[in-house]
Each structure stands twice: as C-alpha cells, then as structure tokens.
C-alpha cells in the first residue's frame, strides 16, 4: 500500500484518488503516523457490503449449524444437587 504525507496528499489529491483506484488503497500519514487511507468506492462497497445489514436470524440460517434440529438448544430441566447449608 503506498503512503503519502498528508502534505503531498493535499498538494496531489487527484494523484493520490488515481492511484486508488488503479493500485489500491492509499495510505495518508500526518506527523509520521497513518491517519487515513483512500479507497476507491469499488473496494469501499465491498469492505460495506453486508455489514449492518445482516440480522442474527441470517447469521445463523448461513451457519453451518443451520441443518441441525433445534433440540440441541434445549436446557436440561436439572436443577442441580441439594446441599445443605
């Protein structure tokens, strides 16, 4: 992934979104540290999609337990041992 200074990121914005959406995400750093990365809206879609839109009711029909029968989830009526205090 490249890295550009923010400074040189501002002066070449055009520069930094092309090389975005040619090369893959950019890098931007401010004070030596990365502070952001651009991303084209190709790759911005595909790292979104599905996120926050899924329910927990789809997460579990696309698990791998989804063929099991329910009784597995029952809870054992057992109350336990008496102890005596």
Do not use: C, H, N
Not at 33 to 39: G, N, Q, T
Not at 56 to 83: C, H, I, K, T
């Amino acid at each position: 992934m490249a890295s550009w200074a923010l400074q040189d990121a501002k002066a070449r914005f055009s520069d930094v979104v092309d090389q975005a959406r040619r090369k893959g995400p950019q890098t931007v750093t401010r004070r030596g540290l990365e502070a952001v990365v651009v991303v084209s809206v190709e790759q911005y879609r595909q790292l979104i999609r599905g996120k926050g839109r899924g329910d927990l009711v789809g997460f579990f029909a696309q698990s791998p337990l989804a063929e099991l029968e329910a009784d597995w989830l029952a809870r054992s009526r057992d109350a336990g041992r008496e102890v005596s205090l």
